[in-house]
């Protein structure tokens, strides 16, 4: 595979998601092509929050020689994951556990946040989250991207990267600001507009007043709810 150019829909032809686990979106597709555009091969890769696993496959499947490590909170992701690499034929250390606590005591040269980042009250309404799929975000969707941040440091080796979604469903002045207190140098990458969902036009007016609060973020145009998904990269703790 080229590393600078993907197919997302063949490789989710190859992964298994199920029912009870968040599925493959956008920001999914980003974080893997920031991912192609920064990592080298032979380091200490960490897919936090993995899902199925179809970061660190599609990652695996460029880069020969990288070390993979994979967790999530839930374990029938973690089922998922395992049964996904098998099944491509990978191996990686996939892991059952909470943010970073599996991994007390290790180090990475490249850590992908790929955990929830929207508000949990958009989360409640969305297409996106089934009844079954927590959301434990808090409201303006913050609270577990601000405690990956402020932990991520004591698990980067020297010279490490922390990629980090900013989805404008949640407040993201706020996590990019914490982002700026813990790392000297924070760069947004890749950045791609969407349309909100039709499925979602019923609870535009939640959605304003969400804004109105500051809970959330987004933008406007012919009379369209337009969202963001950006992915920036934090290098240099402070």
Not at 95 to 120: C, H, Q
Not at 126 to 143: A, H, M
Request: net charge positive; aromatic share 10%.
């Amino acid at each position: 595979m080229d590393r600078n150019i993907f197919d997302f829909e063949k490789i989710l032809e190859d992964i298994e998601v199920g029912d009870k686990i968040f599925k493959p979106n956008l920001t999914t597709k980003l974080s893997i092509e920031v991912a192609f555009e920064k990592l080298k091969d032979d380091i200490n890769v960490l897919d936090l929050g993995c899902g199925s696993g179809v970061i660190g496959i599609a990652l695996m499947k460029s880069f020969a020689k990288l070390r993979m490590h994979c967790s999530d909170v839930h374990s029938t992701a973690v089922e998922i994951t395992k049964k996904n690499f098998i099944k491509n034929k990978l191996r990686a250390d996939i892991r059952t556990g909470n943010l970073f606590e599996p991994w007390i005591g290790k180090k990475f040269d490249y850590i992908i946040n790929d955990v929830t980042a929207i508000s949990a009250l958009v989360a409640k309404i969305s297409p996106w989250f089934q009844k079954n799929i927590p959301c434990e975000s808090g409201n303006d969707g913050t609270d577990l991207a601000i405690s990956i941040l402020k932990k991520s440091p004591n698990f980067l080796n020297k010279n490490g990267f922390f990629q980090l979604p900013l989805i404008s469903l949640s407040n993201t002045d706020k996590i990019i600001n914490n982002a700026k207190e813990i790392f000297s140098d924070v760069k947004i990458i890749k950045s791609k507009s969407w349309f909100l969902p039709k499925e979602m036009d019923d609870f535009k007016d939640k959605l304003y007043r969400l804004r109105s609060e500051k809970l959330i973020n987004f933008e406007e145009k012919f009379e369209k709810i337009i969202c963001n998904t950006s992915i920036a990269i934090c290098k240099d703790p402070n």
